[in-house]
């Protein structure tokens, strides 16, 4: 099988070409809202690794967090409540010489959008995925979300929460990603580093983010992560063992780690995919060709 990803410039550079930036649209987060940070964040590594706009599409669905693309100098695509993933797929089919990012909340990916998750997630399409985790419904005022602490009191849950949270990282590391990290929104630099290597990673990236709601959350705030977020790196962790990775994902109470939990080499979507396999469709003639030949069976 033909290895394309030799010939596709990932993080091409060039002076004529403006590296990403924000756009001139301001983000309307209330102010505090921890995705200030992971916009930071975004756009820290993507300069770090001189894309240039051009070869950036971001995507996201429904949510504040989902309203992300709209501040950056890419491409941007705002899609419907939980579909970030097959967009980003799909424009990873289209012309896997992007970079794609989908981003989002933890109602849009690990809610609606849950069945996109895993199967991104076991084809491991060659994209990045940011999830702003704050544990609640931003957008329609405070509801209770998927990973929801048990016993949290919201509006949808005025007697407090009696369902288990998922837990995206176990659920990440079981559905076959193959970059599997945490960050947290009190920590840019960090959470950058953690964005950066996973757009340089081969396959799919998951980078959930603690990412507090200052206005609907008053649980799961920064005081709430600061007080108990540790460092895998700083910890003796070993990212090539899924093993270890599971424990530590399941880890939630006095300690939390933030930081790669898992790393894996393993052939992407693309190099397996017949067709993707010899370079983007967006610039094979082949295809071209191909297609109007299907419509002509159909004239
Ligand atoms: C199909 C559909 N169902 C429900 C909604 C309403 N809705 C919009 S955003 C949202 C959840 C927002 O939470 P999250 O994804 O965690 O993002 P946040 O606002 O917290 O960043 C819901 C339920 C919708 N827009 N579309
Ligand atoms: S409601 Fe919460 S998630 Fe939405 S912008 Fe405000 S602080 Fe951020």
């Avoid at 063992?241 to 939630?252: D, K, S, V």
Wanted: hydrophobic share 40%; net charge negative; with cysteine.
């Amino acid at each position: 099988m033909a290895d394309s990803s030799a010939s596709i410039p990932r993080a091409s550079t060039g002076p004529a070409l403006p590296v990403i930036g924000k756009s001139d649209t301001k983000p309307t987060w209330c102010p505090g809202c921890g995705d200030f940070s992971v916009l930071a964040a975004v756009e820290m590594a993507l300069k770090r690794l001189q894309v240039p706009s051009h070869n950036v599409a971001v995507v996201s669905g429904i949510g504040c967090s989902s309203n992300l693309p709209h501040f950056l100098s890419s491409y941007g695509f705002h899609a419907i409540h939980g579909r970030a993933l097959p967009v980003a797929e799909g424009i990873r089919w289209a012309n896997h010489g992007l970079t794609v990012i989908a981003t989002g909340g933890d109602g849009d990916g690990f809610g609606i959008g849950a069945g996109h998750f895993v199967h991104t997630m076991r084809r491991n399409v060659d994209l990045t995925y940011v999830t702003m985790d704050n544990q609640i419904y931003g957008l329609t005022t405070g509801q209770a979300s998927p990973t929801s602490m048990m016993g949290q009191k919201t509006k949808s849950t005025p007697n407090g929460v009696i369902e288990r949270p998922v837990d995206p990282i176990a659920l990440a590391l079981a559905s076959g990603a193959t970059y599997v990290a945490r960050g947290f929104s009190g920590d840019v630099k960090h959470l950058a580093d953690l964005i950066a290597n996973g757009i340089q990673h081969r396959g799919f990236s998951f980078v959930d983010v603690f990412s507090p709601c200052v206005t609907y959350n008053k649980l799961n705030t920064f005081d709430f992560f600061r007080q108990r977020v540790y460092k895998l790196e700083t910890s003796g962790h070993d990212p090539t063992n899924i093993g270890l990775a599971f424990q530590r994902a399941i880890e939630w109470g006095e300690k939390i780690p933030i930081g790669l939990f898992y790393k894996v080499d393993h052939p992407t979507y693309e190099d397996l995919e017949e067709v993707l396999s010899a370079g983007p469709l967006a610039h094979q003639n082949a295809g071209l060709v191909g297609r109007e030949k299907l419509l002509d069976e159909f004239a």
